[in-house]
């Protein structure tokens, strides 16, 4: 599986790859899918392990750079295809809380979520990234006061950290609190975001990644 000239993305259907691809439309790049079925091990086959060795998606392959890791491709992308529109330039103030959200994604809400959901919540002073109950005050204390992560203006944090809650409420492993549901109704009412979601979670095989 050698990378392509051009943008390739790896993706398996009904995964965390889905973000990216909402990533993508919403830059409106062209690209190409290498899908790497998780369901059939795809994922650690030594060709696609060359591409992301910790064998999973997604990964990104750009004019000779691979990306790997969900917030780090939605800011790779946004940086070099949506610098100061999806993503604050590096003089605008805004770009600090961007990059707070970006991280947070798959540092806190992610880890937090997952452990929740199997109750195996660790003691929130051992974690790094908090108890679960912190977690969930601070998007909704944040989203009660804000249309978007970033101030009011949507931004790639929108993409990779919305995109992780609109999955997380789809799998019940966060709160359907009206705060939360009425952001992931302002995500799910973007064109790009039902591209991705047709193209990537097969309704009839997994439902949509969320409702409105
Ligand atoms: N930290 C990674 C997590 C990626 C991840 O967990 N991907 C899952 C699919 S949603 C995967 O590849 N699972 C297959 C496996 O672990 O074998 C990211 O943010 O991209």
């Known amino acids: 599986m050698a990378a392509k000239r051009g943008i390739t993305l790896y993706h398996s259907p009904a995964s965390r790859a889905f973000i990216t691809y909402w990533m993508l439309e919403e830059l409106g790049v062209q690209f190409d899918v290498e899908t790497v079925d998780i369901r059939?091990?795809?994922?650690?086959?030594?060709a696609y392990l060359k591409i992301n060795p910790a064998g999973k998606v997604p990964a990104l392959s750009d004019g000779g750079a691979i990306v790997t890791e969900t917030p780090a491709i939605c800011m790779f992308l946004a940086d070099r295809?949506?610098?100061?529109?999806?993503?604050?330039?590096?003089?605008d103030p805004r770009r600090g809380e961007y990059l707070r959200w970006m991280v947070y994604s798959s540092a806190v809400v992610d880890p937090a979520a997952e452990l929740h959901a199997r109750q195996m919540d660790l003691p929130g002073n051992v974690a790094?990234?908090?108890?679960?109950?912190?977690?969930?005050?601070?998007?909704e204390g944040h989203l009660a006061r804000h249309k978007y992560?970033?101030?009011?203006?949507?931004?790639?944090?929108d993409v990779a950290l919305g995109g992780e809650i609109s999955m997380l409420l789809y799998?019940?492993?966060?709160?359907d609190?009206?705060?939360l549901t009425d952001y992931n109704a302002r995500l799910t009412a973007r064109p790009a975001y039902h591209r991705a979601s047709d193209a990537t979670w097969p309704?009839?095989?997994?439902?949509?990644?969320?409702?409105?």
């Not at 059939?40 to 030594?46: E, I, M, R, W």
């Open 149 to 157: 992560l970033v101030g009011d203006r949507f931004t790639a944090a």
């Open 81 to 91: 295809y949506g610098y100061g529109t999806l993503a604050p330039r590096i003089e």
């Open 203 to 212: 309704a009839h095989l997994f439902g949509p990644p969320a409702e409105a």
């Open 171 to 175: 799998n019940r492993k966060l709160p």
């Open 40 to 46: 059939k091990g795809d994922q650690k086959k030594p």
């Open 128 to 139: 790094g990234f908090g108890t679960y109950e912190d977690m969930v005050a601070v998007l």
């Open 177 to 179: 609190s009206a705060v």
